[in-house]
């Protein structure tokens, strides 16, 4: 897993890749339901719960 | 323990808000409308969670059947979060890297700007293209039978034997 930064929905990469448990998390940003933009490295430091669902 | 929650809605916010709504989330929820996660973590299908360490390691992962209103699920959390060692640390199947599917999500981002000016019709066919390229992309997949049958999806229960009917058709 590398570490490429991803932004914007931008893929820096278009590789699709695995991400197993002992590796680091890829970070990515995300805008919120209310628009503001949120980085999965604004929780380093904390323990996070990342779940993906969706409406359908 | 801080939850993240994204939402996998190419049809964006307004779609995922009242589910937010009804959970009475406290947690922040992103919107990931060109599943460039699915793509970034390598799943195909949801619900998913991975659990991540304060230096941002994964230490635990779930491809399927995890949603933090279940208590399975929050028992999971739970346990690590009060500093257990989980007994298994990955659960569920990884998604086969390939060249499909970075194709079809492709299509699906493709497909989306369409959508976005109005195109319905046209992202629709793109949309049909990378589910025929990669039919295990469920992600895309049932975002488009969600845009085609919003009636299946978002008035009252979501109808999952419509749904099983819909993949034995292969659609």
Do not use: C
Request: hydrophobic content about 40%; charged content about 25%; cysteine-free.
């Amino acid at each position: 897993m590398d570490k490429t930064f991803v932004t914007g929905g931008i893929m820096a990469t278009r590789t699709s890749m695995v991400v197993n448990v002992g590796e680091e998390a890829p970070d990515f940003a995300l805008p919120s339901l209310d628009g503001n933009p949120i980085k999965l490295s604004d929780y380093r430091g904390k323990k996070v719960v990342l779940f993906m669902w969706a409406s359908w | 323990v801080e939850v993240l929650s994204v939402a996998m809605d190419a049809q964006g916010a307004e779609r995922a808000r009242p589910y937010v709504d009804k959970a009475r989330a406290t947690f922040v929820t992103v919107v990931d409308e060109e599943n460039m996660l699915g793509q970034l973590y390598g799943f195909r299908a949801i619900p998913n969670g991975f659990l991540i360490d304060e230096q941002g390691v994964v230490r635990y992962k779930k491809l399927g059947g995890f949603d933090v209103r279940k208590a399975e699920t929050s028992s999971v959390v739970q346990r690590w979060a009060a500093g257990s060692d989980l007994s298994e640390s990955a659960v569920g199947h990884d998604t086969q890297s390939g060249s499909e599917l970075s194709e079809s999500n492709a299509l699906l981002r493709q497909g989306l700007e369409l959508y976005r000016k109005g195109d319905v019709a046209e992202a629709i066919a793109l949309w049909r293209k990378g589910v025929e390229l990669d039919p295990a992309n469920y992600i895309l997949r049932k975002q488009v039978w969600a845009v085609e049958n919003p009636d299946k999806f978002y008035s009252g229960d979501i109808d999952y034997i419509w749904q099983k009917e819909q993949t034995e058709k292969g659609l």
